[in-house]
């Protein structure tokens, strides 16, 4: 079993999440498991304010849940409000940024996934 808990990852402090503005925190708890498709699976929160810029991934499949707070998310040319529950998946390609437009923390869960092996 390989375990990522809140216990045993520190939480990075950061700024200017692909290219977005404001600061953001990023815990990840699993990065590139060997024989795994998945690339990583994050916890992040958003500052009121802040926001991940605009960007894609090339043969990645990234999945966002939103455990609190509210913002937007663009996806192509599509733009949406997200809350609490919500899921979004962005495919291979597609261009997407997330904002909190809200007046609290933005926390997310990510979890980006290989596509292709190669």
């Known amino acids: 079993m390989?375990?990522?808990t809140p216990d045993n990852i520190p939480v990075e402090q950061a700024?200017?999440?692909h290219g977005g503005q404001?600061?953001?925190?990023r815990r990840t708890l699993l990065d590139g498991v060997?024989?795994?498709?998945?690339?990583y699976v994050r916890d992040v929160t958003i500052p009121a304010?802040?926001?991940?810029?605009?960007?894609?991934?090339?043969?990645?499949?990234?999945v966002f849940f939103i455990i609190s707070g509210t913002g937007m998310?663009?996806?192509d040319d599509d733009e949406c409000r997200v809350g609490p529950g919500t899921a979004v998946l962005t495919l291979s390609g597609s261009a997407h940024?997330?904002?909190?437009?809200?007046?609290?923390?933005?926390?997310?869960f990510v979890a980006c996934a290989k596509t292709s092996v190669g």
């Open 73 to 75: 998310m663009r996806v």
């Open 49 to 62: 304010g802040s926001a991940i810029g605009e960007h894609h991934h090339v043969n990645d499949d990234e």
């Open 22 to 25: 404001g600061p953001f925190l």
């Open 97 to 108: 940024s997330l904002r909190n437009d809200g007046p609290a923390d933005l926390r997310i």
């Open 34 to 39: 060997p024989g795994s498709v998945f690339k």
């Open 15 to 17: 700024a200017g999440y």
């Open 2 to 4: 390989i375990l990522g």
